[in-house]
């Protein structure tokens, strides 16, 4: 099946810093990927959708000044946190749309989560 | 409002038991509806997707079934395993707006299966 692959897979940063994360789509391409964040003992929250060479769209109560998402190519898209705090702390996941995003057999893959600790 | 409701919120059985997980939604216009098996500190991976017209699908001893006029789905696991171990999230595709569908998350259930 299509992999979609993340990383770092685990990072540990101080307040006030910049994080970076990378999701990739392996062997497909991809136009359309999405950022989550999932609490503890939550279900998935769909933070943005990113589409290839566009801006992400962003879920309401998401600071998009915050959570900066770059989609520059069919294969990756990075998500930002600017100025990381304690309450940022969570598992971001993203998942890539194999086909067209409004048909019925469409396929979201998830990569594997990020777990992102802001001390 | 659409949402999607998980039931039981947790569950424990003994291994080769066999279990079943109940997932009931309100989301229109509906388009599928999937069974994820997340496992702790993982991404979710796909077992299932059902459209409106499919009643049951099957992935190995994943058993899902879908009635789209009582709006519920259940996915049964047969003679379980220790692997089987994990959250079992309920998300269905549908709420059409701007052109496209959402996925909409149930809060999963977290099984567990024991020796």
């Known amino acids: 099946g299509a992999v979609v692959s993340q990383h770092p897979s685990r990072v540990i940063c101080k307040s006030g810093t910049s994080v970076k994360i990378e999701c990739r789509s392996l062997?497909?391409?991809?136009?359309?990927m999405f950022w989550y964040r999932q609490f503890p003992k939550q279900s998935l929250m769909l933070m943005a959708t990113?589409?290839?060479?566009?801006?992400?769209?962003?879920e309401q109560g998401v600071e998009k000044d915050k959570f900066l998402i770059n989609h520059a190519s069919l294969t990756l898209s990075t998500l930002t946190v600017t100025s990381a705090h304690p309450e940022d702390s969570s598992f971001y996941i993203c998942?890539?749309?194999?086909?067209?995003?409004?048909?019925?057999?469409?396929?979201?893959?998830f990569g594997p989560g990020t777990r992102l600790t802001v001390l | 409002k659409n949402q999607v409701e998980q039931s039981p919120q947790s569950l424990i059985i003994l291994e080769g038991k066999n279990c079943t997980l109940q997932c009931n939604y309100t989301v229109s216009p509906f388009s599928n509806l999937r069974w994820y098996k997340q496992d702790t500190g993982r991404g979710p991976v796909s077992l299932t997707i059902m459209t409106f017209s499919e009643n049951t699908k099957s992935n190995g001893r994943y058993t899902a079934t879908l009635d789209a006029d009582t709006k519920q789905s259940s996915l049964h696991i047969t003679a379980s395993q220790l692997s089987d171990s994990a959250s079992y999230i309920c998300?269905?595709?549908?709420?059409?707006?701007?052109?496209?569908?959402?996925?909409?998350f149930g809060a999963g259930t977290r099984l567990a299966v024991h020796p």
């Open positions: 062997d497909f391409q991809a136009t359309t």
């Open positions: 998942s890539a749309l194999a086909g067209v995003y409004i048909s019925s057999t469409d396929t979201q893959y």
């Open positions: 990113s589409n290839e060479g566009s801006k992400a769209t962003y």
């Open positions: 998300v269905v595709s549908g709420g059409m707006t701007g052109g496209y569908n959402k996925l909409i």
